[in-house]
């Protein structure tokens, strides 16, 4: 069971490190500090935690289904829903099929190794998705060369 904890492991030093980046500050928030990931540009607006997780069910085609624990906010996200997408050269789009609608979003890992990582954006969503707008930073961590045999986890913010 090493392979979830390193998907995990490294999807939260990844958040970590590109939280980490300092500026020259705000009214509440002082001059060298780090901004959060729920903030935007203007320091203001604030989002919801995003936290997806998949089982890989067929790499090449994009597909895989949506793991219990994943979450917009303090609400389960897509309880039973899939995953699936397509590619155009190394950007991959993947579009996850809820019960109250969809969530697409773009990535372009570019590591060809078991495990790999990518920033993403969420690219458009339909029903209680529309108007999300966010990203984040996704891994995918595969046990061997078997491409099927893999998890994702995308984690990040998003607004809406």
Avoid at 94 to 118: D, I
Wanted: aromatic share 4%; with cysteine.
């Amino acid at each position: 069971m090493r392979a979830p904890v390193l998907l995990t492991a490294a999807a939260v030093g990844a958040l970590g490190l590109g939280a980490c980046s300092a500026d020259s500050g705000s009214a509440d928030r002082p001059a060298g500090t780090a901004r959060t990931s729920a903030e935007e540009t203007s320091g203001s607006l604030r989002g919801d935690a995003l936290l997806i997780e998949t089982r890989v069910t067929d790499a090449r085609r994009h597909t895989g289904e949506v793991l219990d624990g994943s979450r917009i906010g303090e609400s389960p996200f897509c309880p039973g829903g899939a995953a699936s997408g397509s590619s155009e050269g190394a950007t991959i789009t993947t579009t996850f099929s809820c019960s109250g609608g969809t969530l697409t979003v773009q990535y372009a890992p570019t590591q060809r190794a078991l495990v790999q990582s990518s920033e993403w954006r969420v690219v458009s969503g339909t029903g209680e998705f529309e108007g999300l707008r966010g990203g984040g930073f996704m891994v995918a961590s595969f046990e061997t060369d078997d491409p099927d045999v893999g998890r994702e986890l995308f984690a990040g913010t998003v607004t809406g």
